[in-house]
């Protein structure tokens, strides 16, 4: 499955790619694919955008409207995880589990790219794949705050067992959108 460009495989493609082998300069593909696909917004809030369409179980419009952020909003785990709750209201367990592996894979890659401390802080492409990550470690934010260190662009957050997590967006930030 590649795109109509043949110069630049499809997101998918990439994301199997990375899945298949680990390797880091393939989730750089991936990730450099992503920021550059139309529609990315690294202050996408897909979960924010979803709630009140999950309160009226609204399910197929979740499915249109998150739909309808790709490819920007591929790989953010949000967007799986959305997809996959909606699938699954609506009865198709296949594209559910699908949806969900990917978002696995989308905190997975995460996850691997440092240990969230400062000296190894968590790469993310979007400020909401921060929440994602504590979140699944079930774990919230109490407190947010944005740090300089040697040349990167770093988010901490106090969290409420009395940890700390921290990601870089210095991606983020040289995206343009929040700058």
């Known amino acids: 499955m590649t ?6 495989p499809a997101l998918a493609d990439l994301a199997v ?4 082998s680990g390797d880091p300069g393939d989730l750089a593909r991936l ?3 992503i920021r550059t696909s139309p529609g990315f917004d690294p202050g996408l809030d ?3 955008a979803v709630a009140p369409l999950f309160a009226r179980d609204a399910h197929q419009e979740v499915v249109t409207l998150v739909h309808g952020l790709m490819p920007g909003a591929f790989f953010g785990p949000s967007a799986h995880a959305a997809l996959g709750a909606a699938y699954e209201g609506l009865g198709d367990t296949t594209r559910a589990q699908r949806e969900r592996r990917t978002q696995a894979l989308a905190l997975d890659s995460i996850l691997s790219t440092g240990d969230g ?3 190894q802080p968590w790469s993310v492409l979007r400020v909401s794949d921060e ?7 079930e ?4 407190e947010q705050a944005s740090v300089v260190d040697g040349g990167r662009s770093l ?6 067992d009395a940890s700390q997590a921290w990601f870089d967006v210095t991606g983020v930030i040289a995206g343009g959108a929040l700058a």
């Open 117 to 119: 401390t400062r000296n």
């Open 17 to 20: 790619s990375y899945a298949e």
């Open 131 to 137: 929440y994602d990550v504590l979140r699944s470690q």
């Open 155 to 160: 988010d901490r957050h106090e969290c409420d």
């Open 46 to 48: 897909v979960a924010g």
């Open 31 to 33: 990730r450099q694919a």
């Open 139 to 142: 774990r919230s934010s109490r």
């Open 3 to 8: 795109s109509m460009n043949d110069e630049q």
